[in-house]
T-cell receptor
Framework: GQQLNQSPQSMFIQEGEDVSMNCTSSSIFNTWLWYKQDPGEGPVLLIALYKAGELTSNGRLTAQFGITRKDSFLNISASIPSDVGIYFCAGGSSNTGKLIFGQGTTLQVKP | GAGVSQTPSNKVTEKGKYVELRCDPISGHTALYWYRQSLGQGPEFLIYFQGTGAADDSGLPNDRFFAVRPEGSVSTLKIQRTERGDSAVYLC??????????????FGPGTRLTVL
């Protein structure tokens, strides 16, 4: 099925470093969402974006909805060990409830 | 408050058998979604309910897959004549409303289906 192009595929960083990941699509989306998934759990919603150009923060997390509506990025500042997990972007369109997900970015943080 | 719950958490079955997976959405959420997640991949959409009706079932892979939501709350995903390729984690999500405007979908923990 259709998936978004998410990069990087994995990251291994030192605690305290900032992290950036992004998502691109050939299609336009009306919403972008970022989720985090821990092993054996379902994805947990981090940030939801509804307007092109919108920049939204949630604690140490900041995400932007690209102006072309075909991309989004997520930044994590001052990473901590509990940031470890898989981060997924997801795009939604206006006529359907379904979300299209990226392949995920696996984040590992070295204390 | 209670989140989305799914039962069973794990299901092991044999090829050719029939399985049912259950989802209890967040109370008051009118929209319910099923996704399937294979190892190392993002979730893939299967079906979306608005109330009792399936508003979009374009993600169901074939006619062995069927889902119902008879009273607009609990949903059951049914898989007939299971195949080894059906092995995956089946995720359920709910949102306050359907469509794109309030599309903050909240996921359950998933059911891990293994077909031997």
């Amino acid at each position: 099925g259709q998936q978004l192009n998410q990069s990087p595929q994995s990251m291994f960083i030192q605690e305290g470093e900032d992290v950036s990941m992004n998502c691109t699509s050939s299609s336009i989306f009306n919403t972008w969402l970022w989720y985090k998934q821990d092993p054996g759990e379902g994805p947990v919603l981090l940030i939801a974006l509804y307007k092109a150009g919108e920049l939204t923060s949630n604690g140490r997390l900041t995400a932007q909805f690209g102006i072309t509506r075909k991309d989004s990025f997520l930044n994590i500042s001052a990473s901590i060990p509990s940031d470890v997990g898989i981060y997924f972007c997801a795009g939604g369109s206006s006529n359907t409830g379904k979300l299209i997900f990226g392949q995920g970015t696996t984040l590992q943080v070295k204390p | 408050g209670a989140g989305v719950s799914q039962t069973p958490s794990n299901k092991v079955t044999e090829k050719g058998k029939y399985v049912e997976l259950r989802c209890d959405p967040i109370s008051g959420h009118t929209a319910l979604y099923w996704y399937r997640q294979s190892l190392g991949q993002g979730p893939e959409f299967l079906i979306y309910f608005q109330g009792t009706g399936a508003a979009d079932d374009s993600g169901l892979p074939n006619d062995r897959f069927f889902a119902v939501r008879p009273e607009g709350s609990v949903s059951t995903l049914k898989i007939q004549r299971t195949e080894r390729g059906d092995s995956a984690v089946y995720l359920c999500a709910s949102s306050l409303r359907g469509g794109a405007v309030y599309n903050e979908q909240f996921f359950g923990p998933g059911t891990r289906l293994t077909v031997l």
